[in-house]
């Protein structure tokens, strides 16, 4: 048995240059379809053709290729990381919290892959 229950959400974050620009890029080569544009926090996500997962991308000034993080959904993310912690798993860093939105912890697998936990706070779940 697991120690976290994840939800049946998965996002692919990359890293890109322009927002906007990959947002149109991947809706015209791949048909994924634009969620949203979160320019204050710099992240735009988009639906792709499979249940449960989207591909959320992070702007930088000097995108690093091959820099894809793994974002798991969870219920309760504060739970999640005191039980994994309690585990022996190491994070990143405090959650950050964009209110209204979305709740993370970046946490990293034996290898030191980094994955991350991210909770909707939307209230659209």
Known sequence: MSIVTLDKTITIAISVKDRHASAAWYAEKLGFTLLYHLDEAGWSELKTMTDGVTLGMGEQVEPKPGNTVPVFGIADINTGRKKL?????????????????????????????????????????
């Open 85 to 125: 912690e309690a585990e022996g798993v190491k994070f990143d860093g405090d959650t950050e919290v964009i209110d209204g939105m979305v709740s993370t912890a970046t946490f990293y697998d034996p290898d030191g892959n980094a994955l991350m936990l991210a909770q909707d706070l939307t209230g659209a779940s």
